[in-house]
């Protein structure tokens, strides 16, 4: 074969299987809320993934009142475990943790922040770090004031990212998300920060996940159910 159909061949094909490797690549969506101490948890595992992930904030109070669910910090011994299981876990884990002194917090004003730094990875673990690292309190207007100037964003700004943020929660529900951290991968979600082996296991093989004992239970019949009374 002469050198200029080898030539040819080089830069007209590789670009096709290019972009077939693209096209066959599952997008993966991590969508978070800053109150949520397992998000922070599980930012640490995300570099595990073998795919790219793209960050989406969500007010996880949207998607508890989308479903009709209670928050854990919403059940007194709920709340209790979580804060001692998070403490524990973060420490076996060696993540840096450490709870701010009133929690939960309004949590509004951080997503805006990010989605105004257009939730980039850097910019959203630089506000998870800002929050759980310190101890400090996490609605302190001094305090986040100084973080917006650091991230370079005028907190005037951070209204106009009012419906990204609704819209972003909407998306999330409306795709099957219920809870924070969530994955979702190939329109499959893997929630919790636990679930991140589960998700690198269907990135690796999706047959996990897409086989006759999966489709089984997911068709299960519910056989009782708590009376509403």
Aim: charge should be positive; hydrophobic fraction near 45%.
């Amino acid at each position: 074969m002469r050198a200029s159909a080898r030539e040819w061949i080089t830069v007209q094909t590789f670009p096709f299987f290019s972009i077939l490797t693209v096209m066959a690549t599952p997008s993966v969506d991590w969508y978070f809320d800053f109150v949520s101490p397992y998000s922070y948890i599980a930012l640490h595992r995300l570099g595990e993934l073998s795919h790219p992930v793209t960050y989406k904030p969500v007010l996880f109070a949207g998607l508890l009142n989308h479903w009709g669910q209670k928050g854990p910090a919403e059940i007194p011994a709920k709340r209790r475990w979580t804060y001692r299981w998070c403490t524990w876990w973060a420490k076996q884990l060696g993540v840096p943790f450490r709870f701010p002194p009133a929690h939960p917090f309004n949590p509004l004003p951080h997503l805006r922040l990010a989605l105004a730094c257009g939730s980039r990875p850097e910019a959203v673990k630089r506000i998870f770090e800002w929050i759980w690292m310190s101890g400090e309190p996490a609605d302190d207007p001094a305090r986040f004031g100084a973080l917006c100037s650091e991230l370079n964003v005028d907190p005037a700004r951070l209204s106009e990212m009012k419906d990204a943020l609704r819209m972003n929660t909407e998306a999330a529900a409306a795709r099957g998300v219920f809870g924070v951290p969530s994955l979702v991968a190939d329109g499959e979600v893997f929630w919790g920060a636990d679930a991140v082996d589960f998700a690198k296991a269907f990135l690796a093989d999706p047959a996990v996940l897409r086989n006759d004992e999966m489709r089984r239970v997911d068709s299960l019949p519910v056989a009782a159910s708590r009376s509403s009374k």
